[in-house]
């Protein structure tokens, strides 16, 4: 089976299927048919696979031109029927991973796409998950799924590995193609096989570990990392305002050390589909063994505090220039989670848009990415203008996220109180009406 593969991978003769088309299938699909294997997506999403049918771009990373070629020469398309999955020798299942109201990982869409996939499971086939979870999933729930539903036998008749997604929406250097790989996988055998259908399609480094679970714990490893040195920073920024100094002089100094220190930056909190997420996996996991991950639950507090902290602050500022809160008019400026897209998912500037609602603020919001938005409870829909009016009827414009298409020149001279929590005035002429986080 391994050097049958191995040679449909270097004839290009595999077939390529990817379950769900969101931002980390849609541009692996896009990406395994630009290099040359024929490509099916699915999705239990209609209205998705319309779109690439139509050879209609809804993802940003993903280049509409090629999406449109793709689907016109027929290397590339999508069905919501999974009975297609016989036709293909390579499955990477790319759903969402979220948390549950109680705060715990819902597998819900991991075990109904296995459940689907090992239904029409054909021998000698290759799958793959990169959706972010626990470790152990791949092995403890995968596996076991596919071997029951399909009748066939992993490391002998299919192969099975893990290898995570690592996207950055709207990064103008790394994207799909040309960022490194991990892949871990049930049996030497199959780590070789799947390392050698990614390097078929991608440009950036694979590397191959010895499990799935190596390779499941270092995606969390990654984005727990970054939500731990968010909240020292977070933490550091609150102590800095009671003493009196700049947070950002002070990472600006800091990061002048050219080893051993890597800048990151305070705001109204975590937002994305990994970093405010993927901690609570690893939390949730670990109690299974009786450990209790302490430096990492203290983190999580911090981050997830952050909104509700920048509304505490927005009070003040507005108690500085004699206006309560309650029936104060608060504009927020940007409710994406990241500066130039349009994703909003877990966007702590929707958090601080429900805390400033719960106090009586009336609110209303500019973002040239995201018309509207629906989340946490709450729905809105952006202003269409941002105009000099706009800004001087504010009793309080908040920054939220740093969109670079938004004048921000014109807001400061327009603004009677500036609460800028992501530090994008800094090279503008200083004036008193700012407050930074």
């Given at each position: 089976m391994?050097?049958?593969?191995?040679?449909?991978?270097?004839?290009?003769?595999?077939?390529?299927?990817?379950v769900?088309?969101?931002?980390?299938g849609?541009?692996?699909?896009?990406?395994?048919?630009?290099?040359?294997?024929k490509?099916?997506?699915?999705?239990?999403?209609?209205?998705?696979?319309?779109?690439?049918?139509?050879?209609?771009?809804?993802?940003?990373?993903?280049?509409?031109?090629?999406?449109?070629e793709?689907?016109?020469?027929?290397?590339l398309?999508?069905t919501?029927?999974?009975?297609?999955?016989?036709?293909v020798?390579?499955?990477?299942?790319?759903?969402?991973?979220?948390?549950?109201?109680?705060q715990?990982?819902?597998?819900s869409?991991?075990?109904?796409?296995?459940t689907?996939?090992a239904?029409?499971l054909?021998?000698?086939?290759?799958?793959?998950?990169?959706?972010?979870?626990y470790?152990?999933?791949?092995?403890?729930l995968?596996?076991?799924i596919?071997?029951?539903?399909?009748?066939?036998?992993?490391?002998e008749?299919?192969?099975?590995?893990f290898s995570?997604?690592r996207?950055?929406?709207?990064n103008?250097?790394y994207?799909t193609?040309?960022?490194?790989?991990?892949?871990?996988?049930?049996?030497?055998?199959?780590?070789?096989?799947?390392?050698?259908?990614?390097?078929?399609?991608?440009?950036g480094?694979?590397?191959t570990?010895?499990?799935?679970?190596?390779?499941e714990m270092?995606?969390?490893?990654?984005n727990?990392?970054?939500?731990?040195?968010?909240?020292l920073?977070?933490?550091?920024?609150?102590?800095?305002?009671?003493?009196?100094i700049?947070?950002?002089?002070?990472?600006?100094?800091?990061?002048?050390?050219?080893?051993?220190?890597?800048?990151?930056?305070?705001?109204?909190?975590?937002?994305?589909?990994?970093?405010?997420?993927?901690?609570?996996?690893?939390t949730?996991?670990a109690?299974?063994?009786?450990?209790h991950?302490?430096?990492?639950?203290n983190?999580?507090v911090?981050n997830?505090?952050?909104p509700?902290?920048?509304?505490?602050?927005?009070m003040?500022?507005?108690?500085?220039?004699?206006k309560?809160?309650?029936?104060?008019?608060v504009?927020?400026?940007?409710?994406?989670?990241?500066q130039?897209?349009?994703?909003?998912?877990?966007?702590?500037?929707?958090?601080?848009?429900k805390?400033l609602?719960?106090?009586?603020?009336?609110?209303?919001?500019?973002?040239p990415?995201?018309?509207?938005?629906?989340?946490y409870?709450?729905t809105?829909?952006s202003?269409?203008?941002?105009?000099p009016e706009?800004?001087?009827?504010a009793d309080?414009v908040?920054?939220?996220?740093a969109?670079?298409?938004?004048?921000?020149?014109m807001?400061?001279q327009?603004?009677?109180?500036?609460?800028?929590?992501?530090?994008?005035?800094?090279n503008?002429?200083?004036?008193?009406?700012?407050?930074?986080?």
């Amino acid at each position: 089976m391994k050097q049958e593969l191995l040679k449909k991978i270097e004839e290009k003769k595999i077939v390529a299927g990817v379950v769900g088309l969101g931002y980390v299938g849609l541009p692996l699909a896009v990406e395994k048919a630009k290099a040359g294997f024929k490509t099916i997506g699915f999705d239990v999403q209609k209205a998705k696979v319309d779109l690439v049918n139509a050879g209609k771009n809804y993802i940003g990373d993903v280049v509409d031109s090629d999406l449109a070629e793709l689907v016109k020469t027929k290397q590339l398309e999508a069905t919501t029927d999974f009975s297609f999955i016989k036709d293909v020798d390579f499955v990477a299942i790319c759903v969402p991973t979220p948390l549950d109201e109680h705060q715990e990982p819902d597998i819900s869409y991991v075990r109904d796409s296995s459940t689907a996939v090992a239904k029409y499971l054909k021998k000698g086939t290759m799958v793959v998950l990169e959706s972010t979870t626990y470790p152990g999933t791949t092995e403890e729930l995968i596996k076991p799924i596919l071997e029951e539903g399909s009748g066939l036998k992993c490391g002998e008749d299919f192969y099975l590995g893990f290898s995570p997604e690592r996207v950055d929406p709207g990064n103008l250097i790394y994207k799909t193609k040309n960022t490194p790989k991990v892949v871990g996988a049930i049996g030497d055998d199959a780590a070789e096989v799947i390392s050698a259908m990614y390097r078929a399609v991608l440009e950036g480094e694979v590397f191959t570990v010895n499990s799935p679970a190596v390779a499941e714990m270092e995606k969390i490893l990654e984005n727990t990392y970054r939500n731990i040195n968010i909240g020292l920073v977070n933490e550091i920024g609150r102590l800095c305002k009671e003493m009196g100094i700049s947070v950002w002089d002070v990472i600006d100094a800091a990061k002048t050390k050219p080893y051993g220190f890597q800048a990151f930056y305070p705001g109204p909190g975590l937002g994305g589909h990994c970093i405010p997420l993927d901690p609570y996996y690893l939390t949730w996991k670990a109690r299974e063994y009786g450990f209790h991950t302490t430096l990492i639950e203290n983190s999580m507090v911090i981050n997830d505090s952050q909104p509700a902290y920048c509304v505490e602050r927005a009070m003040h500022i507005l108690n500085a220039h004699k206006k309560a809160i309650n029936g104060a008019k608060v504009l927020v400026l940007g409710v994406a989670y990241k500066q130039d897209i349009d994703d909003y998912r877990e966007s702590p500037a929707i958090r601080v848009i429900k805390e400033l609602k719960k106090v009586g603020a009336e609110v209303t919001y500019f973002d040239p990415w995201v018309p509207e938005f629906k989340g946490y409870g709450e729905t809105g829909k952006s202003i269409p203008e941002l105009t000099p009016e706009v800004v001087k009827d504010a009793d309080l414009v908040m920054v939220t996220c740093a969109h670079t298409n938004v004048d921000y020149a014109m807001v400061q001279q327009n603004a009677k109180a500036i609460f800028d929590t992501k530090n994008v005035m800094k090279n503008i002429q200083p004036r008193d009406n700012i407050e930074v986080l």
